[in-house]
Nanobody, 125 residues
Framework: QVQLVETGGGLVQAGGSLRLSCAASGRTFGYATGWFRQAPGKEREFVAAAWRSSGVTLYAESVKGRSTISRDDSDNAKNMVYLQINSLKPEDPGVYFC????????????????WGQGTQVTVSS
């Protein structure tokens, strides 16, 4: 059974930085991990994704250049995936979710089979 737990959300001032963590446990080998976010009244949108074996990463245009997705797979029992976002903007708030997809990274939420509960990010002006 796969379990995903996101942490690291909170209230951040515009222009600040945030590091979100996703702890993935269970049968996660072979999956790529993605981050999505959803603001109230809006659809869930892709933020970034990272493929475990190849190191391939994808970013949404909205965060490219100010965001970094990284992985720590040193512990097979709990794989960690991080999302660092710098220069936070008013359009960045929302609930951030991590999710798993296989066999390759994807920008589409429908391709992801496992989801965490999300962590709230709020940006103050």
């Amino acid at each position: 059974q796969v379990q995903l737990v996101e942490t690291g959300g909170g209230l951040v001032q515009a222009g600040g930085s945030l590091r979100l963590s996703c702890a993935a446990s269970g049968r996660t080998f072979g999956y790529a991990t993605g981050w999505f976010r959803q603001a109230p009244g809006k659809e869930r949108e892709f933020v970034a994704a990272a493929w475990r074996s190849s190191g391939v990463t994808l970013y949404a245009e909205s965060v490219k250049g100010r965001s970094t997705i990284s992985r720590d797979d040193s512990d097979n029992a709990k794989n960690m995936v991080y999302l660092q976002i710098n220069s936070l903007k008013p359009e960045d708030p929302g609930v951030y979710f991590c999710a798993l997809t296989s066999p390759a990274t994807s920008r589409w939420a429908v391709d992801y089979s496992h989801w965490g509960q999300g962590t709230q990010v709020t940006v103050s002006s």
